[in-house]
Protein backbone atom coordinates (compact mmCIF):
# COMPACT_ATOMS: atom_id res chain seq x y z
CA UNK A 1 0.00 0.00 0.00
CA UNK A 2 1.42 3.46 -0.76
CA UNK A 3 1.22 5.93 1.78
CA UNK A 4 0.35 9.63 0.56
CA UNK A 5 1.00 11.39 3.88
CA UNK A 6 4.00 10.66 6.80
CA UNK A 7 7.41 11.53 7.33
CA UNK A 8 9.00 8.17 6.04
CA UNK A 9 11.89 8.27 3.00
CA UNK A 10 12.60 5.83 0.64
CA UNK A 11 15.95 6.50 -0.90
CA UNK A 12 16.18 5.45 -4.36
CA UNK A 13 19.85 4.29 -5.94
CA UNK A 14 20.39 3.76 -9.62
CA UNK A 15 24.18 1.89 -9.56
CA UNK A 16 25.96 1.39 -12.94
CA UNK A 17 29.63 -0.69 -11.91
CA UNK A 18 29.29 0.90 -8.61
CA UNK A 19 30.46 -1.83 -6.32
CA UNK A 20 33.39 -0.29 -4.86
CA UNK A 21 30.96 2.35 -3.58
CA UNK A 22 27.37 1.21 -3.40
CA UNK A 23 27.82 -0.34 0.14
CA UNK A 24 28.97 2.95 2.21
CA UNK A 25 25.72 4.68 -0.12
CA UNK A 26 23.36 1.88 1.51
CA UNK A 27 24.77 1.74 4.87
CA UNK A 28 24.21 5.71 5.44
CA UNK A 29 20.86 6.18 4.24
CA UNK A 30 20.03 2.63 6.38
CA UNK A 31 21.61 4.32 9.51
CA UNK A 32 18.86 7.16 9.20
CA UNK A 33 15.99 6.78 11.68
CA UNK A 34 13.84 8.40 8.70
CA UNK A 35 14.37 6.03 6.05
CA UNK A 36 11.59 3.38 5.77
CA UNK A 37 13.10 1.86 2.80
CA UNK A 38 15.92 1.91 0.32
CA UNK A 39 15.53 0.64 -2.98
CA UNK A 40 18.50 -0.49 -5.26
CA UNK A 41 18.42 -0.65 -9.15
CA UNK A 42 21.37 -1.81 -10.79
CA UNK A 43 21.43 -0.67 -13.87
CA UNK A 44 22.66 -3.19 -16.17
CA UNK A 45 26.14 -3.59 -14.32
CA UNK A 46 29.17 -5.96 -14.87
CA UNK A 47 30.84 -5.62 -11.38
CA UNK A 48 29.02 -7.56 -8.63
CA UNK A 49 27.23 -4.36 -7.92
CA UNK A 50 23.88 -5.86 -6.86
CA UNK A 51 26.11 -8.50 -4.77
CA UNK A 52 27.62 -5.31 -3.19
CA UNK A 53 24.11 -3.77 -2.34
CA UNK A 54 23.04 -7.29 -0.82
CA UNK A 55 26.20 -7.58 1.39
CA UNK A 56 25.41 -4.04 2.86
CA UNK A 57 21.75 -5.04 4.10
CA UNK A 58 21.42 -4.07 7.86
CA UNK A 59 18.79 -7.34 8.38
CA UNK A 60 15.90 -4.52 9.29
CA UNK A 61 14.15 -6.00 6.12
CA UNK A 62 14.42 -1.99 4.45
CA UNK A 63 16.72 -2.86 1.45
CA UNK A 64 15.15 -3.83 -2.08
CA UNK A 65 17.64 -4.72 -4.71
CA UNK A 66 16.57 -4.81 -8.06
CA UNK A 67 18.44 -5.48 -11.44
CA UNK A 68 17.95 -4.59 -15.30
CA UNK A 69 19.96 -7.00 -17.46
CA UNK A 70 20.74 -4.41 -19.80
CA UNK A 71 21.50 -0.91 -19.19
CA UNK A 72 18.92 1.21 -19.79
CA UNK A 73 19.86 4.91 -17.89
CA UNK A 74 19.54 6.37 -14.61
CA UNK A 75 16.17 7.62 -15.09
CA UNK A 76 14.90 4.65 -15.85
CA UNK A 77 16.51 2.74 -12.61
CA UNK A 78 14.89 5.53 -10.66
CA UNK A 79 11.54 5.30 -12.47
CA UNK A 80 11.40 1.69 -11.47
CA UNK A 81 12.33 2.10 -8.19
CA UNK A 82 9.82 4.82 -7.41
CA UNK A 83 6.97 2.41 -8.47
CA UNK A 84 8.95 0.12 -6.78
CA UNK A 85 8.61 2.21 -2.80
CA UNK A 86 5.71 3.08 -1.08
CA UNK A 87 7.08 6.18 1.24
CA UNK A 88 5.68 8.99 1.05
CA UNK A 89 8.72 11.24 0.86
CA UNK A 90 11.47 10.51 -1.56
CA UNK A 91 14.98 11.14 -1.38
CA UNK A 92 17.77 10.63 -4.36
CA UNK A 93 20.93 9.03 -3.48
CA UNK A 94 24.06 8.82 -6.32
CA UNK A 95 25.64 5.07 -5.97
CA UNK A 96 29.40 6.95 -4.65
CA UNK A 97 27.76 9.24 -2.47
CA UNK A 98 26.79 8.92 0.95
CA UNK A 99 24.95 10.94 3.75
CA UNK A 100 26.09 12.40 6.55
CA UNK A 101 24.57 11.33 10.09
CA UNK A 102 21.37 13.24 10.68
CA UNK A 103 20.83 14.54 7.14
CA UNK A 104 16.68 14.20 7.49
CA UNK A 105 16.01 15.94 10.69
CA UNK A 106 16.03 19.54 9.81
CA UNK A 107 14.40 19.30 6.21
CA UNK A 108 11.38 17.05 8.15
CA UNK A 109 11.49 20.04 10.64
CA UNK A 110 10.21 22.49 7.87
CA UNK A 111 6.82 22.95 6.73
CA UNK A 112 5.41 24.40 3.15
CA UNK A 113 7.19 22.60 0.69
CA UNK A 114 6.75 19.96 -1.61
CA UNK A 115 10.65 19.48 -2.82
CA UNK A 116 13.12 19.98 0.10
CA UNK A 117 16.88 20.35 -0.25
CA UNK A 118 19.93 20.64 2.21
CA UNK A 119 23.65 22.01 1.35
CA UNK A 120 25.91 19.73 -0.70
CA UNK A 121 29.56 18.93 0.78
CA UNK A 122 31.97 17.99 -1.95
CA UNK A 123 34.73 15.85 -1.30
CA UNK A 124 38.04 16.42 -3.46
CA UNK A 125 40.05 13.88 -1.14
CA UNK A 126 40.30 10.09 -0.35
CA UNK A 127 36.38 9.80 0.36
CA UNK A 128 37.70 6.99 3.22
CA UNK A 129 39.22 9.61 5.15
CA UNK A 130 36.79 10.40 8.29
CA UNK A 131 35.47 14.44 7.39
CA UNK A 132 32.28 16.00 9.69
CA UNK A 133 30.38 18.66 7.62
CA UNK A 134 30.25 22.25 9.30
CA UNK A 135 27.64 23.61 11.23
CA UNK A 136 25.66 25.90 9.25
CA UNK A 137 23.28 29.05 11.17
CA UNK A 138 19.94 27.76 10.04
CA UNK A 139 18.38 29.92 7.23
CA UNK A 140 15.83 28.75 4.75
CA UNK A 141 14.64 30.20 1.75
CA UNK A 142 12.45 29.71 -1.20
CA UNK A 143 13.81 28.52 -4.61
CA UNK A 144 11.43 29.92 -7.02
CA UNK A 145 11.26 28.77 -11.07
CA UNK A 146 13.77 31.69 -12.32
CA UNK A 147 16.37 31.42 -9.24
CA UNK A 148 16.44 27.59 -10.32
CA UNK A 149 17.54 27.97 -13.87
CA UNK A 150 19.45 30.99 -13.32
CA UNK A 151 21.34 29.25 -10.98
CA UNK A 152 22.19 26.52 -13.20
CA UNK A 153 23.60 28.75 -15.93
CA UNK A 154 27.38 29.23 -16.27
CA UNK A 155 28.93 32.57 -16.55
CA UNK A 156 32.65 33.17 -17.66
CA UNK A 157 34.70 34.28 -14.68
CA UNK A 158 31.90 33.12 -12.66
CA UNK A 159 31.92 29.49 -10.20
CA UNK A 160 29.81 27.21 -12.32
CA UNK A 161 26.54 26.85 -11.95
CA UNK A 162 25.75 24.26 -9.72
CA UNK A 163 22.10 24.56 -8.27
CA UNK A 164 20.96 21.42 -10.32
CA UNK A 165 23.68 19.07 -8.11
CA UNK A 166 21.01 19.82 -4.60
CA UNK A 167 19.29 16.57 -3.83
CA UNK A 168 16.00 17.31 -2.62
CA UNK A 169 13.57 15.09 -0.95
CA UNK A 170 10.54 14.75 -2.61
CA UNK A 171 6.64 14.85 -1.86
CA UNK A 172 5.01 11.46 -3.57
CA UNK A 173 1.91 13.12 -3.75
CA UNK A 174 3.04 15.89 -5.37
CA UNK A 175 4.78 13.65 -8.49
CA UNK A 176 1.78 11.72 -8.38
CA UNK A 177 -1.22 14.19 -8.65
CA UNK A 178 1.24 15.82 -11.64
CA UNK A 179 2.26 12.33 -13.09
CA UNK A 180 5.50 13.46 -13.33
CA UNK A 181 8.56 11.07 -13.51
CA UNK A 182 12.27 11.14 -14.78
CA UNK A 183 12.42 11.49 -18.93
CA UNK A 184 13.63 8.58 -19.69
CA UNK A 185 15.19 10.13 -23.28
CA UNK A 186 17.52 12.02 -20.79
CA UNK A 187 21.19 10.37 -19.75
CA UNK A 188 22.60 14.15 -18.69
CA UNK A 189 20.65 16.90 -16.75
CA UNK A 190 17.56 14.04 -16.08
CA UNK A 191 17.29 15.91 -12.30
CA UNK A 192 17.18 19.57 -13.23
CA UNK A 193 14.94 18.54 -15.91
CA UNK A 194 12.13 16.75 -13.07
CA UNK A 195 12.66 19.71 -10.92
CA UNK A 196 12.30 22.09 -13.50
CA UNK A 197 8.62 20.25 -14.52
CA UNK A 198 7.92 20.30 -10.54
CA UNK A 199 8.64 24.08 -10.65
CA UNK A 200 6.45 25.19 -13.79
CA UNK A 201 4.12 23.33 -12.24
CA UNK A 202 3.72 24.73 -8.91
CA UNK A 203 5.93 23.19 -6.62
CA UNK A 204 7.45 25.11 -3.44
CA UNK A 205 11.23 24.12 -3.05
CA UNK A 206 12.83 25.16 -0.55
CA UNK A 207 16.32 25.06 0.38
CA UNK A 208 18.28 25.09 4.12
CA UNK A 209 21.43 25.50 4.72
CA UNK A 210 22.34 22.69 6.71
CA UNK A 211 24.90 20.04 5.20
CA UNK A 212 23.46 16.16 5.00
CA UNK A 213 24.46 15.17 1.42
CA UNK A 214 28.30 13.99 0.95
CA UNK A 215 29.40 13.92 -2.94
CA UNK A 216 32.69 12.43 -3.83
CA UNK A 217 34.28 14.01 -6.47
CA UNK A 218 35.62 11.97 -9.43
CA UNK A 219 37.17 12.51 -12.41
CA UNK A 220 35.69 9.86 -13.90
CA UNK A 221 32.10 10.67 -13.28
CA UNK A 222 29.01 9.90 -15.77
CA UNK A 223 28.23 13.59 -15.37
CA UNK A 224 31.63 14.30 -16.69
CA UNK A 225 31.39 11.82 -19.95
CA UNK A 226 27.72 13.05 -21.47
CA UNK A 227 27.92 12.91 -25.25
CA UNK A 228 27.16 15.50 -27.94
CA UNK A 229 23.74 13.60 -28.29
CA UNK A 230 22.74 14.02 -24.83
CA UNK A 231 22.94 17.96 -25.50
CA UNK A 232 20.56 17.98 -27.78
CA UNK A 233 18.00 16.07 -26.04
CA UNK A 234 18.13 18.06 -22.95
CA UNK A 235 17.75 21.37 -24.53
CA UNK A 236 15.10 19.69 -26.48
CA UNK A 237 13.12 18.86 -23.64
CA UNK A 238 13.68 22.47 -22.37
CA UNK A 239 12.06 23.45 -25.47
CA UNK A 240 9.22 21.18 -25.73
CA UNK A 241 8.36 22.68 -21.72
CA UNK A 242 9.12 26.44 -22.91
CA UNK A 243 6.34 25.63 -26.15
CA UNK A 244 3.83 24.18 -23.79
CA UNK A 245 0.77 26.54 -23.85
CA UNK A 246 -0.13 27.93 -20.20
CA UNK A 247 2.42 26.43 -18.14
CA UNK A 248 5.31 29.16 -18.17
CA UNK A 249 4.80 32.92 -17.17
CA UNK A 250 6.71 35.34 -19.54
CA UNK A 251 9.47 35.60 -17.13
CA UNK A 252 10.10 32.10 -16.76
CA UNK A 253 10.06 31.39 -20.19
CA UNK A 254 12.88 34.01 -20.86
CA UNK A 255 15.05 32.40 -18.42
CA UNK A 256 14.39 29.00 -19.32
CA UNK A 257 15.09 29.91 -23.00
CA UNK A 258 18.54 31.28 -21.75
CA UNK A 259 19.61 27.97 -20.48
CA UNK A 260 18.12 26.13 -23.44
CA UNK A 261 20.49 28.33 -25.46
CA UNK A 262 23.07 28.04 -23.25
CA UNK A 263 22.69 24.11 -23.71
CA UNK A 264 22.60 24.45 -27.31
CA UNK A 265 25.67 26.54 -27.94
CA UNK A 266 27.34 23.60 -25.82
CA UNK A 267 26.29 21.03 -28.62
CA UNK A 268 27.26 22.87 -31.20
CA UNK A 269 30.35 23.65 -30.39
CA UNK A 270 30.96 19.69 -29.21
CA UNK A 271 29.50 18.39 -32.56
CA UNK A 272 31.49 20.39 -34.79
CA UNK A 273 34.63 18.91 -32.74
CA UNK A 274 32.69 15.25 -33.40
CA UNK A 275 32.91 16.30 -36.98
CA UNK A 276 36.40 17.45 -37.36
CA UNK A 277 37.59 14.11 -35.42
CA UNK A 278 35.97 12.01 -37.84
CA UNK A 279 36.08 14.19 -40.88
CA UNK A 280 39.04 16.60 -40.46
CA UNK A 281 39.44 20.39 -40.48
CA UNK A 282 38.38 20.81 -44.02
CA UNK A 283 35.06 18.76 -43.52
CA UNK A 284 33.97 20.67 -40.17
CA UNK A 285 34.76 24.09 -41.81
CA UNK A 286 32.26 22.96 -44.45
CA UNK A 287 29.54 21.87 -41.79
CA UNK A 288 29.86 25.63 -40.24
CA UNK A 289 29.58 27.13 -43.40
CA UNK A 290 26.34 25.07 -44.38
CA UNK A 291 25.03 25.63 -40.59
CA UNK A 292 25.90 29.51 -40.04
CA UNK A 293 23.97 30.32 -37.15
CA UNK A 294 25.83 27.49 -35.69
CA UNK A 295 28.95 29.59 -35.68
CA UNK A 296 28.97 32.53 -32.76
CA UNK A 297 28.26 29.27 -29.78
CA UNK A 298 31.40 27.48 -31.71
CA UNK A 299 33.87 30.33 -32.23
CA UNK A 300 33.16 31.60 -28.75
CA UNK A 301 32.95 28.48 -27.32
CA UNK A 302 36.77 28.07 -28.73
CA UNK A 303 37.85 31.07 -28.08
CA UNK A 304 36.85 30.43 -23.98
CA UNK A 305 38.61 26.72 -24.45
CA UNK A 306 41.82 28.56 -25.84
CA UNK A 307 41.49 31.19 -23.42
CA UNK A 308 41.04 29.09 -20.22
CA UNK A 309 43.69 26.72 -21.23
CA UNK A 310 45.87 29.28 -21.94
CA UNK A 311 45.32 30.98 -18.03
CA UNK A 312 45.33 27.46 -16.71
CA UNK A 313 41.98 28.01 -15.77
CA UNK A 314 40.07 25.13 -17.32
CA UNK A 315 36.94 24.09 -14.49
CA UNK A 316 39.38 25.48 -12.04
CA UNK A 317 38.28 25.14 -8.32
CA UNK A 318 40.07 26.86 -5.42
CA UNK A 319 42.27 23.79 -3.48
CA UNK A 320 39.74 22.25 -1.08
CA UNK A 321 42.72 21.12 2.12
CA UNK A 322 42.75 17.11 2.75
CA UNK A 323 39.59 16.82 5.52
CA UNK A 324 37.90 18.96 4.21
CA UNK A 325 34.68 20.06 2.24
CA UNK A 326 33.41 22.30 -0.91
CA UNK A 327 29.82 23.52 -0.11
CA UNK A 328 27.11 23.97 -3.06
CA UNK A 329 25.50 26.94 -1.00
CA UNK A 330 27.18 29.92 1.08
CA UNK A 331 26.21 29.00 4.70
CA UNK A 332 27.12 31.00 7.52
CA UNK A 333 28.99 29.31 9.57
CA UNK A 334 27.70 28.94 13.70
CA UNK A 335 30.27 30.46 15.77
CA UNK A 336 32.16 27.93 17.96
CA UNK A 337 32.07 28.99 21.52
Not at 63 to 81: C, D, I, K, M, T
Not at 186 to 211: M, N, P, S
Not at 283 to 290: E, K, Q, Y
Request: glycine content about 8%; aromatic content about 6%; proline content about 5%.
Amino acid sequence: MIEENGTGVCVIIAAKDAAGTIGKAIRSALAETAVQEVVVVDDGSADGTSDAAHRADDGTGRLRVARFEQNRGPSAARNHAIDMSTAPLIGILDADDFFFPGRFAPMQAEADWDLIADNIGFIHHDPAQPVEPERFEARTRRLTLVDFVEGNISRRGRPRGEIGFLKPVMRRSFLMRHGLRYDESLRLGEDYDLYLRALARGARYKVIDHCGYGAVVRANSLSGRHRTEDLRRLYEAERRLRLTPGLLTKAQARVVKRHEDHIRARHDLRHILDVKATGGAAVALGHLLAHPQTAPAVLAGVLCDKLDALAGKRHAQPPVPAGKLRYLLPGVPVAQP
